[in-house]
C-alpha cells in the first residue's frame, strides 16, 4: 500500500512541477513518468487520462496552498488588515524561492490556459477561486468589525482582491519581476476598499 500510495503521489508532484514551469498542454504523460520514474502502465492505473491527473494536481496544490500559505497568512496573531499584507510577503518569498524566473499563480495560470477547453477542470479552478474568496472575505469582515475598514460589501471586497491578486500575478510572471509583486501588494487594500465601498448617492 505504501509502495502505491508513493507512486502516486510521485506522479503529481512531477505533473504539478512540469505544469508549474510549462503549462498543461506542453506537458506529455510521456514526461510526467519520466520525471516522476514512473512507466506507462502504472501512470494508467491510477488516472484514466492527463486530465484525471491533472484534476489531482490541482487537489493537492490547493490543499498545500490552504496549508503552507492561507492558513498561516490568516492566523489571528496580527490584526486582519496586517494579514494581507503577510500574505503578500509570503507570495513575494514562494515565488522567490522558485528560481530567477516569477512562475505566477498556479491556479491562474491554468485558468488561463483551460478554462475555454475543458469544462470539468474549468469547474475545479471555480471552485478553488471561491475557497481564496471565503478566506478573503472572513477577514475583510473582521476588519470592518474591528473599525479598520469602512463599511463595505466583504463578498464583493474579497472578488475584488483575488482580481487584483491575480492581475499582480500574471503582470508579475510577463515582467519577470519580484519587485512588481511587493509595490502592487502595499496598493491592495486601498484597491479593494474603491471597488467595493458602496456607490456615492448624489441629489438629482
Sequence with gaps: MGQTSNTKNRLIKAAAELMSIRGYNA?????????????????????????????????????????????????????????????????????????????????????????????????????????????????????VTAGDLPEIDPAAAAQALLAYFEGMALLAKVNNDFGSVEQLAQRAIHAVIVAASPPVQTNG
Design 27 to 143: 506537458v506529455g504523460v510521456k514526461e510526467i513518468c519520466e520525471w516522476a520514474g514512473v512507466n506507462k502502465g502504472s501512470f494508467y492505473y491510477f488516472f484514466p487520462s492527463k486530465r484525471d491527473l491533472a484534476l489531482a494536481v490541482l487537489d493537492a496544490q490547493w490543499e498545500a496552498t490552504r496549508g503552507e500559505l492561507l492558513d498561516p497568512a490568516f492566523a489571528r496573531d496580527l490584526p486582519p488588515l496586517e494579514r494581507f499584507q503577510r500574505l503578500f510577503q509570503m507570495v513575494v518569498a514562494s515565488q522567490r524561492d522558485t528560481g530567477e524566473q516569477v512562475r505566477g499563480c498556479f491556479f491562474g495560470n491554468l485558468a488561463l490556459e483551460l478554462s475555454a477547453q475543458d469544462e470539468i477542470i474549468r469547474h475545479k479552478l471555480q471552485s478553488i477561486f471561491q475557497g481564496w474568496c471565503e478566506y478573503f472575505e472572513r477577514v475583510l469582515v473582521e476588519a
